[in-house]
């Protein structure tokens, strides 16, 4: 039994990173969703991610929280250049954040900045987001052919917690169900994790296509384990005990009953 | 007079004597170091990792396409969350039990799904599967109204150094040894623990227990069993095993 516990002490050591993200921490996911542009991102004057290309989501980065320079430049430019975009980014602590370069609806470069929705998940559910970031008309989502966001413009989004599993979403026209601009025929949407699509590029250009971004872990345990409805358990309170109560408190009663007339 | 007093003594001493018997036989609530594994398995909701993955949809053009299924980041599927192999069967010795274990997800009121069968065990899909890191989550009915006793009928007597041993579905086994057991409250059940996909590797055995009230045909409680790998490994063997009528072992 002492091994056992030793034994379990030691698996808890183990329990690898434990990267405990520090209350005052934030973490940042970065999106690249400019077409034709390859890019080298500066965090506050210093180069983080060179020759960053369209279409990539970067892992998450937990930085402390403040406020951050985000510069951005043609990948190769001198770092003394004017940026292409620039933003002053504020991470809040406990945030979990998407920085994101995509283009408006108009077709311009833009950066924008994205909270993502970590809370917890019911047991059983997945979430999913999905970022209108395309220089594109107002679109509706479809899941399974039903209609899970309506008429969604560029910079919007729409979040919502539906039961795990693959789902067929459809990217539409608003307000045409036929105009199927693109189709994921099975997202799955595991349970605990928020799935984040982005909308990128130009559809006009040709370069629209979805980025995918997930954070995981945001699950709940479930209320109870109901098992059992037969009750043949029995009482705690076995029949031999029953039994023997019974015998002894006939016992004294009959003595009582006895002594009482006898003293009479 | 003398007879008189005599019966009140001897049925005093008899109720006594029952009382204490009770007492010194019946199987405590707690057994084990229960403790022990409910702190491993607790984690603060500020604590726990959260990994993200990312992935981007190949380019499309402006007309509509069909991205093919197997795309990664699209397939995380339920079956492909990680887990190397999944239980299909348990056995438990010590309660000459044999059965089937079946995936099992949330019921629409937020508690576990537990098999229709009685003589079935049902593993936590969501969960870890037993040997992963976390508590891997296997629930039986102890007993069903028109099945009566189920898988784990005996479950609130299983003792300590019990062995049990998890099927999966490569041919493997796993060899878990029963370390600590608990009758909770349902109000007081540490889901968190118990549900945990972090924390040292824990096989949980689940099912109910305590009282039953008979016009709502539930138990108050839930009986709990804290289990871990046996130490030098999953055997390849059935060692220990009392073979059971009409089930072929799967292991090698």
Redesign the interface.
Known sequence: ?R???L???A??ML???????Q?SDG?V?VVHGVPDLDVDVYVNDALTLPGFTY??????LTLPAGDYDIDIRAAGADASSDPVLTELVTLPA?A?ATIEANLDGDGGPKISVWVND?S?I???NGRVTVRHTAAAPNVDILANDGELFGNVPNGAEGVADVA???YNVKVTAAGDASA?????????I????NVIVYAI?D??G??????????????S?????????????G????A??VV??V??????????V??AR??N | ?R??????????L??L???L??SLT?SPETV??VV??ED?LTFS??????????????????D??????DIP??????ES?GHNRIPVGLRIPALNKVASVIQA???P????E?PAN?DDVAW?K?GPAPGE?GSAVL????????????V??GL?DLE?GSAIYVDFDDGSTGVY?A?ARKTYQ?ED?P??A????????VLTL???????N?SL???DS?VVVYA?EA?GGPSPTNEGLTPVAGRESDAA
Request: negative net charge.
């Open positions: 039994m091994k056992a516990i034994a379990l002490v698996l808890m329990v690898p990173g434990m990267a405990l993200a209350s973490v996911t279409g990539t989501v970067t892992d998450p406990g979990n970590i917890a019911d047991a059983g795990a599993g693959d199927v601009v693109q189709e994921v025929p099975a997202l799955t595991p349970e605990g994790t590029g559809l006009g040709g370069s629209f296509q979805l980025a995918v971004q997930s954070i995981s872990g945001l699950h345990a479930p209320t109870g384990v109901p098992s059992g409805t037969g009750g043949d358990l009482s705690n309170v076995p031999w005990l023997s109560l015998l002894a408190t006939t016992t004294m009663i009959v003595g009582g006895k002594f006898e003293r | 007079m007879n008189s007093v005599a019966l009140i003594v001897i049925g005093f008899t109720a004597i029952a009382l018997t009770w019946r084990g170091d022990a594994f491993a909701s500020q604590s726990r990792s959260r990994t993200t993955t990312t992935t981007s949809i190949p380019e499309s053009g402006a509509a396409e069909t991205v093919p299924a980041g699209f397939t995380i599927g339920v969350q997800g949330v019921e009121n937020g508690d576990m537990v009685v936590y969501y890191p629930a039986a009915h102890v007993d069903l109204a028109g099945q009566g006793p189920g784990f009928f609130r300590p040894e370390q349902k059940l889901t968190d118990i549900f945990s996909r972090e924390g040292p590797a689940i099912t109910c227990g305590g009282d039953f008979r045909r539930r138990y839930n871990i130490s």
